[in-house]
């Protein structure tokens, strides 16, 4: 599909290319006019340097991306890794010696990233008499909520609170995150204790 001005409707609308040897034939999916038109030229594509981080490992992959396309830090991008490919997320990018926190693709020298589709999630649980550390390997976009009762590690937990990594402190039952966001989960072993809630009944918050 491609969207382009229709010389019957006159309007900017979807068309279904038909054939792509040379010049495309497209049909209007408004009123189903078959014309010509030039093909359009592709934007350049070019590689970037990309560091991806996971964890206490860092490895040089790549980054493909429009040459004038704008890229930001938070941006989620693929990174290829040899024959594997990451989702990331822009941390850091380097412009020659400068850190910018956006640039044109084709001024950027190198991204830093780190990996989020899976993310190890760290954990401190109380027992009652001690407290235990917890790693769970996550997706990066799984949710975790406040006051849920979760497997976690091999063990039933119930999560108090939840730390950010750039944020606040997510303390009302209900609300919820998602894993790659999270910089630590606290709570308790299921069955040991209960949340004290004092938001009004009913009422929930999303952290996204």
Not at 1 to 6: E, T
Not at 93 to 109: N, Q
Not at 124 to 144: A, C, K, N
Not at 166 to 182: C, F, I, S, Y
Request: glycine share 8%; hydrophobic share 35%.
């Amino acid at each position: 599909m491609i969207s382009i001005v229709c010389p019957v409707c006159k309007e900017e609308c979807e068309h279904t290319v038909l054939r792509e040897t040379g010049d495309l034939v497209v049909q209007c999916c408004e009123c189903g006019h078959v014309h010509r038109m030039e093909r359009p030229v592709e934007p350049a594509t070019i590689t970037i340097r990309t560091i991806v981080s996971y964890e206490t490992e860092s490895k040089v992959c790549s980054v493909e991306a429009f040459e004038d396309e704008t890229v930001s830090i938070g941006d989620r991008l693929a990174a290829e890794c040899g024959d594997e490919v990451f989702g990331v997320e822009v941390t850091g990018i380097e412009v020659g010696a400068k850190r910018v926190r956006s640039a044109v693709a084709r001024d950027v020298t190198t991204l830093w990233t780190r990996k989020i589709d899976q993310v190890v999630v760290r954990a401190s649980i109380h027992t009652g008499r001690t407290t235990i550390p917890l790693y769970q390997t996550m997706d990066g976009e799984e949710e975790l909520v406040v006051g849920e009762t979760r497997s976690f590690a091999g063990r039933h937990i119930r999560i108090s609170h939840i730390k950010l990594r750039d944020g606040p402190l997510m303390r009302k039952e209900g609300w919820k995150t998602v894993a790659r966001r999270v910089k630590r989960v606290y709570g308790y072993l299921d069955g040991r204790s209960r949340i004290n809630d004092t938001s009004a009944p009913g009422k929930r918050a999303e952290s996204r």
